[in-house]
């Protein structure tokens, strides 16, 4: 098994910025790809971000050029940078890990108020 724990949520103002980690732990040797999904009410889950063990990324067009992804195979841990905030991207942020099996973290809110 593999617990994914994010962390870096909050509350920041319209333009701000925030960082999301996320920690692997278990049986991290599992994991090839991880990314970062996010679910606002009434929507559905949708992919942000993600990032191949080798460090190739894809990203939403909706993020481009706002959001970074980043892993550190080292704390199997991946970040999301994310920059130039607006109200659309309040969301619960969802963490994500796959390689024979997918996981998921517990979620962190993130809110951007304008």
């Known amino acids: 098994q593999v617990q994914l724990v994010e962390s870096g949520g909050g509350l920041v103002q319209a333009g701000g910025s925030l960082r999301l980690s996320c920690a692997a732990s278990g049986r991290v040797f599992n994991i090839k790809d991880m990314g970062w999904y996010r679910q606002a009410p009434g929507n559905q889950r949708e992919s942000v971000a993600s990032i191949t063990v080798t460090g190739r990324t894809n990203y939403a067009n909706s993020v481009k050029g706002r959001f970074t992804i980043s892993r550190d195979n080292n704390k199997n841990t991946v970040y999301l940078q994310m920059n130039s905030l607006n109200s659309e991207d309040t969301a619960v942020y969802y963490c994500?890990?796959?390689?024979?099996?997918?996981?998921w973290g517990q979620g962190t809110q993130v809110t951007v108020s304008s």
């Open positions: 994500r890990a796959w390689g024979t099996t997918v996981y």
